[in-house]
């Protein structure tokens, strides 16, 4: 009896979930829903799109580090997930996983150039605010993704995160577009 105990009073606080292959990680099943959990699963993702861009320069397998992001940070396995990518028009939503990978990497919407692949060296986070609700945030602001030469692109951003049942936290809304640009 002692040693389940000890083993049970060890399981939580060891409780982490490697996210993407760059190694980041964030808590799972036993961590609260923190404006700090919040943040730390966007670096992850910015992290996760970077690493996107960098396997398709080298010439690696791409398709599945963008299937990995996406089964890693979207909830389309357990939810609904209502995605806006800045870069649609003509199929403006991506309601599907095989719509979502068609915008990162290219594929089955012609207007899809490959958001992902660009590459990007970096992408850097302004948030305007977090709002947490139970085990659902919303995060809205600028992101920002810096490109080889070294400039960066300003997009606006409104997520919307849900814990899911095992703990994960997954993106379930995500809108983005370009800034208004005025004639």
Known sequence: MIKTFAALSLAAPLSLVIAVPTGAAFASATAELTKDRVSEFKTAWG??????????????????????????????EDNTVLFKPTLASEHQFRGTFDEALSYFIGGSISEDGGFATAPYIAVRWENEGTLINGDTALAMGNYYFMTTDGSEVKVEYTFGFEQMADGDLKIVLHHSSLPFTPD
């Not at 397998?61 to 089964?71: F, G, K, N, T």
């Open 47 to 76: 992290e996760s799109i970077v690493d996107i861009g960098a396997v398709h320069s080298d010439g690696g397998d791409y398709e599945a580090a963008a299937r990995e992001h996406i089964s890693t940070f979207y909830a389309y």
